[in-house]
């Protein structure tokens, strides 16, 4: 059975993941806002990601008897001052996820709970290519600068990604072009 302290973290873990969600979906709407739909296509492929990542920990709570306890949302920003900036944001926001991954390894060390260890070791390389990723795409935009025909060339690039299978952030799924 899952301890005390361990389910307190990982609730609070929900918490951030699910805010990665909204976060994710808010800088896809103001991406659209600014006609960027591929980089919006992106973001929402993020936010699946995000909402998956706070069901493994939902799943972990339960199947290790422990108490799944949903917290409060923080309000996230709806404007950015520009791409660059919202992208910079996404980057650092992985920052901070892997800030709390590691956090959560360090009492699962303390508790000597071995059996959440495969969960936070998938985390832990997740973190490295989420890391990663955005702070390439951060790089490239940063290097675009004023180039509107190298940002047009990003967008269409990012719209690339495809979305996991049955995903209902597609918009093939609710009957919706993009
Ligand atoms: Fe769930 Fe992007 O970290």
Known sequence: ???ERLTEAMNEQ???????????LSVAAYFHSKSLDGMAHWMKAQAHE????????FDHIIDRGGEVRLQDLKQHKT???????AWKDAYQHEQFISDKINGLISIAREDRDYASEPLL????????????????????????GEDKSGLLFLDRELAQRPFPAGSPLDPAA???AE
């Open 50 to 57: 995000e909402m998956i990542h706070a069901m493994k920990f």
């Open 14 to 24: 929900i918490k951030h993941e699910l805010e990665s969600y909204y976060l994710y």
């Open 121 to 144: 070791a998938w985390f832990a390389d997740e973190q490295i290519e989420e890391e990663a990723t955005a702070s390439k795409i951060t790089d490239e935009i940063e290097m675009v």
């Open 1 to 3: 059975m899952i301890g």
């Open 174 to 176: 609710y009957g919706q």
């Open 79 to 85: 404007q950015w001052s520009s791409t660059l900036e």
